[in-house]
């Protein structure tokens, strides 16, 4: 069985950081594209960045320049680094991973994370 396991998220003020993790859980033979959504009250899930298995990525608009997605494959995890948040950045954010192949041989496709709420207010 494979989890996707999320932390860091809480309150802070607007302008201060945040850094976001995802651990995959499991016996892990590759991952491929793994990234992070998040979903505001009353919204629709909205992507914020990913990146791909050779570090292609790419952002929403809206958190370019502050925001900064990595890896590391060596312990299936996947980072957010948020800078500069903003009020409007409050949400849940959710780990997502594309494709992941277990040791066993399994094939676990668009998995996700349970959430993990940031709140930015003063």
């Known amino acids: 069985q494979v989890q996707l396991v999320e932390s860091g998220g809480g309150l802070v003020q607007p302008g201060e950081s945040l850094r976001l993790a995802c651990a995959a859980s499991?016996?892990?033979?590759?991952?491929?594209?793994m990234g992070w959504y998040r979903q505001a009250p009353g919204k629709q899930r909205e992507l914020v960045a990913i990146?791909?298995?050779?570090?292609?990525?790419n952002y929403a608009d809206s958190v370019k320049g502050r925001f900064t997605i990595s890896r590391d494959n060596a312990k299936n995890t996947v980072y957010l680094q948020m800078n500069s948040l903003k009020p409007e950045d409050t949400a849940v954010y959710y780990c997502?991973?594309?494709?992941?192949?277990?040791?066993?041989?399994?094939?676990?496709?668009?998995?996700w994370g349970q959430g993990t709420q940031v709140t930015v207010s003063s």
């Open positions: 499991g016996r892990i033979i590759s991952i491929t594209a």
């Open positions: 997502y991973a594309d494709s992941i192949v277990s040791a066993s041989g399994n094939y676990y496709q668009n998995s």
């Open positions: 990146i791909t298995s050779s570090d292609i990525t």
